[in-house]
């Protein structure tokens, strides 16, 4: 088993920055693969960024592509989401996902999000104009 818990969330204004950090715990020997989400209030959930826990290409959504940043620290056993340039419409509750055998690409789709292996709690962001 594998416990993922997220932090760095908070309070920032429009144009600011985060870093979100989700760190892993357990049997992270199994880990293939990473991701962010995020799910804003009365929304449906959508993939934010991937990456292969061995490195390799990342993916991101458009919404963030150029703005948000995955990168992973195998000997921390954390991934991180940097988050410049916020706007408004990325407040959400920012979710990280595992999984032992799904490729990064895979985290973008929407039948295979619900197939991954581990979630954490979330952690809140807010955006403010």
């Known amino acids: 088993q594998v416990q993922l818990v997220e932090s760095g969330g908070g309070l920032v204004q429009a144009g600011g920055s985060l870093r979100l950090s989700c760190a892993a715990s357990?049997?992270?020997?199994?880990?293939?693969?990473m991701g962010w989400f995020r799910q804003a209030l009365g929304k449906e959930r959508e993939f934010v960024a991937a990456i292969g826990w061995g490195g390799g290409v990342p993916y991101y959504a458009d919404s963030v592509q150029g703005r948000f940043t995955i990168a992973r620290d195998n000997a921390q056993n954390t991934a991180y989401l940097q988050m410049n340039s916020l706007k408004p419409e990325d407040t959400a509750v920012y979710y990280c996902?595992?999984?032992?055998?799904?490729?990064?690409?895979?985290?973008?789709?929407?039948?295979?999000?619900?197939?991954?292996?581990?979630w954490g709690q979330g952690t809140q962001v807010t955006v403010s104009s």
């Open positions: 357990g049997h992270t020997t199994s880990l293939y693969s």
């Open positions: 996902a595992a999984d032992r055998s799904a490729g990064p690409l895979l985290y973008t789709g929407r039948s295979t999000q619900d197939r991954l292996d581990y």
